[in-house]
């Protein structure tokens, strides 16, 4: 179909299987319509160097499409041509963007915020509201995913406290049945995601020092020609496995819904281990559940204090 070569995964020049995108020049974009015409689980064209010469869009009808051009006025055209036919319009404008930046307009990610827990062995105070360097900790979580690349972040939370923390910084999604377990709010955050969404960040409020360098590893790795349905971030202790943040394709999220109790990806990717990758990230995946490891965690990363000017 066409003769560009972009490392992204679930883009195509080929029939593929399954539901996918295509990525293609501008001087092939008419085949590029036909296939889209044929293919109902096609839902985004990204045109490379939009043609002079526009061709009847209406294929693109309910569908994504992303024109990258240097040329304004052509992008101006074929953008409004493409509305007009009642597609989603994106534009890039640039000669032709890095693969990075067209694998995220092609593959978006949502985060899913796992706030609801318990914190029950923390003496009766609710983790997520600990101070860590200069705001609760539940922030950082939100900010890392924010921060790193996600187009879309929930909180799943089950205390009123914790909702009033996150204070506008994500989407909001109650959780009346946590106490039934992880499983319960996994449900709900995968269900509050747009549909426009390719796949889901599964990160823990309480890992403060995961920051949105280990998000944007996980999502570069996700996107890339040949990874696996689910990447995960490796773990820092001697033992080799896998912690969570993790991104999981949406071609995952049927089984992740069947889960029951205080189940959570691991319960899938474990038994299924050929369909996760593990990727080093920068940061640390500590999470914090007790006293002890909250005053470590304060201990060895202390809040930075403000330089006083003269």
């Known amino acids: 179909m066409s003769d560009l070569e972009v490392p992204i995964r679930g883009r195509t020049y080929r029939e593929p299987d399954g539901p996918h995108s295509v990525v293609v020049r501008g001087r092939d974009v008419v085949p590029a319509l036909q296939h889209v015409a044929s293919r109902p689980d096609c839902a985004t064209l990204a045109v490379v160097g939009v043609p002079d010469a526009i061709p009847d869009l209406s294929a693109l009808a309910g569908r994504k499409v992303i024109a990258v051009d240097a040329d304004s006025a052509r992008l101006h055209d074929f953008a409004k041509a493409a509305t007009a036919a009642a597609a989603e319009v994106e534009w890039i404008r640039a000669a032709r963007p890095s693969s990075e930046r067209l694998a995220a307009s ?3 990610v949502g985060a899913v915020v796992l706030a609801a827990g318990s914190s029950s062995r923390m003496g009766g105070t609710e983790k997520l509201l ?5 705001q609760p900790m539940v ?3 939100i900010e890392a995913a924010s921060n790193g690349g996600c187009h879309q972040v929930v909180v799943v939370y089950a205390s009123k406290d914790v909702a009033s923390a996150v204070d506008g910084a ?3 999604i109650h959780n009346p049945d946590a106490a039934q377990g992880m499983s319960t709010s996994l449900r709900r955050g995968l269900a ?4 426009d969404m390719e796949g889901a960040l599964i990160v823990l409020g309480d890992q403060p020092l995961v920051g949105s360098r280990t998000v944007a590893a996980l999502l570069r790795s996700w996107r890339r020609e040949g990874s696996r349905p689910a990447v995960a971030m490796a773990s820092s202790t001697p033992k080799p496995r896998w912690t969570p943040p993790v991104v999981l394709a949406r071609e995952l999220w049927p089984e992740l819904e069947q889960l029951e109790g205080d189940s959570g990806a691991r319960q899938l990717l474990d038994a299924h281990p050929e369909l996760l990758d593990v990727v080093p990230a920068q940061g640390r995946p500590d999470d914090i559940d007790t006293p002890d490891d909250y005053a470590k965690i304060v201990r060895l990363f202390p809040r930075k ?3 006083r000017r003269p």
């Open 305 to 307: 204090k403000p330089t």
């Open 139 to 141: 922030r950082h979580a």
């Open 170 to 172: 994500a989407e909001l």
């Open 106 to 108: 092609l593959l978006p």
């Open 192 to 195: 509050a995601l747009r549909s």
């Open 130 to 134: 600990l101070d860590f360097d200069g």
